[in-house]
T-cell receptor, first 115, second 110 residues
Framework: GAGVSQTPSNKVTEKGKYVELRCDPI?????LYWYRQSLGQGPEFLIY????????DSGLPNDRFFAVRPEGSVSTLKIQRTERGDSAVYLC?????????????FGEGSRLTVL | GQQLNQSPQSMFIQEGEDVSMNCTSS?????WLWYKQEPGEGPVLLIA?????ELTSNGRLTAQFGITRKDSFLNISASIPSDVGIYFC??????????FGTGTSLTVIP
């Protein structure tokens, strides 16, 4: 597609439920990132994929958070046993990953509200 | 995770005025990016910088990669109402993990 696409745009769930957030990156972009943005804050790094593999997952807050990218394109961020503190906008970004081309292109985000 | 310090935190300016904001880090970066975010949307890339001392323009926007590699600056000339939004800097060392600033909120008064 022309840009990074994220679904759903909004998700309201109850504490303890399981949630999946999907990201469809720009066609041809090999690198994919997940960030979390709380109100009034800058994006906080969660995980980075290079192709199918997670090259850096050091930003995942705990083992309730998991992300996959099985075919090197679409990625799914999975949150188990959601807590109210998980409420935030989850942003996905992709990058072409050529030398000296470091720009990240973001989607519009998925706003998660845990009641 | 690491966050970069941006200042000022917020700005209220008259239309037509110039704007300056900066971003500082305790770490050295080899890539600096500047983004603008509007409510309900993802950040949109404005300018990318790759070399210390580099000065790059995009229309009324000019950004500089600090010589120390620990800071960057963004200037907006002759501000207009559509410049309203939150401006974020982002820095990377390896080109893989990008750290974002705390943001500068800009309000332009017509």
């Amino acid at each position: 597609g022309a840009g990074v696409s994220q679904t759903p745009s909004n998700k309201v769930t109850e504490k303890g439920k399981y949630v999946e957030l999907r990201c469809d990156p720009i066609s041809g972009h090999t690198a994919l990132y997940w960030y979390r943005q709380s109100l009034g804050q800058g994006p906080e790094f969660l995980i980075y994929f290079q192709g199918t593999g997670a090259a850096d997952d050091s930003g995942l807050p705990n083992d309730r958070f998991f992300a996959v990218r099985p075919e090197g394109s679409v990625s799914t961020l999975k949150i188990q046993r959601t807590e109210r503190g998980d409420s935030a906008v989850y942003l996905c970004a992709s990058r072409r990953d050529r030398a000296n081309t470091g720009e990240l292109f973001f989607g519009e985000g998925s706003r998660l509200t845990v009641l | 995770g690491q966050q970069l310090n941006q200042s000022p935190q917020s700005m209220f300016i008259q239309e037509g005025e110039d704007v300056s904001m900066n971003c500082t880090s305790s770490s050295i970066f080899n890539t600096w990016l500047w983004y603008k975010q509007e409510p309900g949307e993802g950040p949109v890339l404005l300018i990318a910088l790759y070399k210390a001392g580099e000065l790059t323009s995009n229309g009324r926007l000019t950004a500089q990669f600090g010589i120390t590699r620990k800071d960057s600056f963004l200037n907006i000339s002759a501000s207009i109402p559509s410049d309203v939004g939150i401006y974020f800097c982002a820095g990377a060392f390896t080109g893989n993990q990008f750290y974002f600033g705390t943001g500068t909120s800009l309000t332009v008064i017509p």
